[in-house]
């Protein structure tokens, strides 16, 4: 008897973490639903990203790495649907920013929280609201990444910053090709999200949803 009631439990389990799973997912794609008509210019970046189901082990929160968005949807039902919204958008900038790609700097995080920076930087003149908790320096709005890196360096606070996505050149899946293959791959994607970046401002430049500040942005990133 304790056996089967062990497996009825069990399964119940499975069917609400699948349930989960099946309601974060839906949440992520009905918000770039929403976006076709308030934010047409992330909904077209968001759209060449496959969302993902990821394990808490494996993501925390999310993150991306330039071909997949990856979700952990215990952590994606506890968000409020503004927030959810920010963070996807987020991790869509960082892709066409080419912030994916592992960085030079030694300390990554700092890295990670300057790109963070540039990215909620540019999600402002969007007109994205910005939850309180979202990584932000007044003194640095504008200036570039390395720039926010060097400054981050003496900022005696920066153990207090928090980022809400992983950063996003994490290594989600085990990867056992070579280096030159790893490397290869990022330079197809960073190609990748610039020829579509060069489709997003053909489409939307100087328009209420890609000023043209955010244009010039972009192609400065590249």
Not at 100 to 118: N, Q, T, Y
Not at 160 to 165: G, K
Request: aromatic share 10%; net charge negative; charged share 20%.
């Amino acid at each position: 008897m304790e056996s089967t009631i062990g497996w009825i439990e069990h399964g119940a389990d499975t069917s609400r973490h699948e349930h989960v799973i099946a309601e974060a997912l839906s949440d992520w794609q009905a918000d770039r639903h929403i976006w076709q008509t308030e934010q047409p210019a992330t909904a077209f970046l968001a759209h060449q990203l496959h969302i993902e189901s990821v394990a808490a082990s494996t993501v925390a929160t999310a993150a991306t790495d330039g071909a997949r968005l990856y979700v952990n949807p215990i952590w994606s039902a506890g968000l409020d649907a503004p927030t959810r919204r920010f963070v996807q958008a987020h991790l869509v900038w960082h892709c066409v920013a080419g912030h994916f790609v592992p960085p030079h700097a030694k300390d990554e995080r700092r890295w990670h929280l300057a790109c963070d920076h540039e990215v909620n930087t540019q999600l402002l003149m969007l007109g994205f609201s910005l939850p309180d908790e979202a990584v932000l320096f007044p003194a640095c709005v504008g200036k570039p990444v390395p720039v926010v890196y060097a400054w981050l360096g003496d900022n005696p606070l920066i153990d207090t910053e928090r980022s809400l996505d992983a950063p996003p050149w994490t290594n989600l899946v085990s990867d056992q090709r070579a280096p030159d293959a790893v490397d290869a791959s990022h330079a197809w994607h960073v190609q990748r999200w610039q020829h579509l970046g060069r489709r997003l401002i053909d489409r939307h430049l100087a328009s209420p949803f890609l000023p043209a500040s955010v244009a010039t942005w972009l192609v400065e990133c590249w």
